[in-house]
């Protein structure tokens, strides 16, 4: 279905229309557009009906296609099995310090992604009580190079958690972490504001300023993707479809 004149008058009430991915128009979309703000009703309908039906992978081959590279950081898996996607906020610290987990909660907007790294795996920086309260504060996701615990509660909340590790000791309430500056992981700059997606393949980062052609690329290789399922039904062989029979 396509967005109406309708839509657009009633458009505070009608942000869960999502559009047919053969309908999906990215014509002027950005990163800005993962927010609704009043404005954008059909740019964030959109972009919201592509990235639901999109996975990690997907997004991965359509950014490898622009970029060349992969978008992915390969330590770093899902928790509790849950889709994900959202402006990353960055954050920097030891793993004996939880405490800076509790100020990005409260530091990061809501439908922000937060993004943690940490100097090392002996220790947890994130758990069931900071699932808890970002999740009450609107946060989308947690990710961390380094290690989670209380995996007894994450793997049941809905609230997505990756992780690199975990084990069960945390540290101490230090806050001495930075919030918000670039972070550097597995040789991959992550500035503030670029965009994460996670599922149950792994986690793939999208710079800002390669989001919108990302986007368009990974409709492209989802409307490929369904015609060779569509194919494959049909009775043609994969072998057959990519010509190497």
């Not at 940490?118 to 699932?131: H, M, Q, R, T, Y």
């Amino acid at each position: 279905m396509s967005v109406t004149p309708k839509d657009l008058l009633n458009k505070n009430k009608n942000l869960k229309k999502r559009v047919d991915v053969s309908e999906i128009e990215l014509e002027g979309v950005s990163i800005e557009d993962l927010r609704f703000n009043g404005k954008n009703y059909s740019e964030h309908i959109n972009l919201m009906s592509l990235l639901e039906n999109v996975s990690a992978c997907q997004v991965s081959d359509a950014y490898n296609g622009i970029s060349k590279r992969p978008g992915t950081i390969q330590n770093i898996k899902p928790v509790n099995n849950q889709k994900v996607f959202g402006p990353i906020f960055t954050a920097q610290t030891a793993s004996d310090d939880w405490g800076t987990s509790a100020l990005a909660i409260d530091s990061a907007c809501e439908g922000d992604i937060l993004f943690f790294k940490v100097d090392s795996n002996d220790k947890a920086i994130w758990g069931e009580l900071a699932s808890t309260c970002a999740r009450d504060n609107g946060i989308k996701a947690t990710v961390i190079y380094g290690s989670a615990r209380d995996l007894d509660a994450l793997l049941y909340m809905d609230y997505p958690v990756f992780a690199s590790d975990f084990c069960p000791n945390a540290g101490s309430a230090l806050g001495l972490g930075t919030l918000n500056e670039s972070i550097e992981v597995e040789g991959t700059t992550i500035n503030p504001g670029d965009f994460f997606i996670g599922d149950e393949s792994g986690i793939v980062v999208i710079p800002k300023e390669l989001f919108s052609k990302t986007m368009v690329a990974a409709l492209g290789v989802k409307v490929k993707e369904s015609k060779i399922i569509d194919d494959i039904d049909d009775g043609k062989t994969l072998a057959e479809i990519v010509g190497l029979k």
